[in-house]
């Protein structure tokens, strides 16, 4: 069994220092997805593991039109704030509350949340040799094996491994940015282009540079008079992983969908914005052959195996029951 050095920063620009230094070494935040891939699956090696638990990334704050949530707030601390309900974002709080079990949303971070690992079986077993993620070049097991968990839209032959966040769903629905910061500085990227789609690299999954620290999430304040939820459909009502998950926000105005955010979980290589579903409802009636014509915009074009193809009628069922949700419209 090969040794881990343990080090715990003291303030984030040691933290950065320290990772920088050294390809072999990772951030360790809650530890719920870093501690199981490397000591339980064994899929992932870091010499060293710098602990970032304690730095003073944690709580909430309202900037302007901007909630900030720091990147070390746990899921738990997030979804009992009462500023998220205040600010009518009360589907990052059904997102989070949908995920994981209590005691993990209690060790859980959001920064960590962001950067969990696909729960591809495939990816998972140190067994399989055949996993690009894992072992570029290696191919894809699960395009040939079973699958089911898998991702039917950003995925082709070299990779069909979902992002399983719930979290990202909602905050890419409402276009949330990420703050980062690496030994050059500070920057900001859209959650919608921190997520790299596999294509022929799909160990490469984000955006982030080795030692870039995520120091804090942006959420935009929607709108007054925005209605909105998180859907996930899974196996067993809770602690389970989505098979589709939805998050929706809508303006209607007379009748007429002004403004409309989708997104999609459970179905994406990385968590989806479903953007052509949204030029199908900005401006058209609220009706069910509206949020139909939404769904097909967004399925023209999966990838299924077969393991997977019940994903394409599901999702359109989940986008047309959201929709129905939302907007208060009868099935
Ligand atoms: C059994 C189980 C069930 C789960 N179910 C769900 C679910 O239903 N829905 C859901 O959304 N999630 C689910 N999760 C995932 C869970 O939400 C994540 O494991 C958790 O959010 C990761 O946060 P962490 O603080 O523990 O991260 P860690 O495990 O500490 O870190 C995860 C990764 O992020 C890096 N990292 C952490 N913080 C930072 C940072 N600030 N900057 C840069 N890098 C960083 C680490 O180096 C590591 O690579 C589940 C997890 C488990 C184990």
Not at 267 to 287: D, F, I, K, Q, S
Request: charged share 20%; with cysteine; glycine share 8%.
């Amino acid at each position: 069994m090969s040794t881990v050095e343990y080090l715990r920063a003291g303030d984030v620009t040691e933290a950065i220092a320290l990772v920088s230094a050294d390809p072999d070494a990772a951030y360790l935040a809650g530890g719920t997805t870093q501690l199981d891939l490397m000591l339980k699956d064994g899929v992932v090696e870091a010499g060293t593991l710098v602990d970032i638990g304690h730095l003073p990334l944690r709580g909430t704050e309202i900037l302007g039109d901007t909630l900030r949530i720091g990147a070390l707030t746990t899921m738990a601390e997030l979804a009992a704030d009462p500023v998220v309900v205040d600010q009518r974002l009360s589907l990052v709080r059904d997102a989070l509350l949908a995920g994981a079990s209590p005691q993990l949303r209690n060790m859980a971070t959001i920064g960590g949340n962001l950067l969990q690992r696909t729960r591809c079986r495939y990816f998972r077993d140190r067994l399989v040799p055949s996993c690009n993620k894992r072992s570029p070049g290696s191919g894809c097991a699960a395009v040939h094996g079973p699958a089911r968990m898998h991702a039917i839209l950003g995925a082709d032959r070299n990779c069909i491994a979902l992002h399983a966040s719930d979290l990202c769903v909602a905050l890419v629905a409402l276009d949330a940015k990420v703050g980062i910061q690496g030994p050059d500085g500070q920057r900001s990227v859209a959650l919608t282009e921190f997520y790299v789609l596999p294509g022929n690299s799909p160990d490469v999954e984000n955006v982030l540079r080795h030692g870039e620290l995520i120091t804090h999430v942006d959420v935009p304040l929607p709108t007054a008079g925005i209605r909105s939820e998180y859907l996930k459909v899974r196996d067993r009502a809770s602690y389970e992983f989505a098979l589709i998950s939805a998050a929706a926000a809508l303006v209607i105005e007379d009748g007429v969908i002004a403004d409309a955010r989708l997104a999609l979980g459970g179905v994406g290589t990385v968590p989806w914005r479903a953007r052509e579903a949204e030029e199908v409802l900005e401006g058209a009636p609220a009706n069910n052959r509206t949020f139909r014509a939404a769904a097909e915009a967004v399925l023209r074009d999966p990838y299924t195996v077969p393991g997977t193809e019940f994903k394409v009628e599901l999702a359109r069922r989940t986008i047309v029951r959201i929709l129905q949700n939302v907007s208060g419209v009868q099935s």
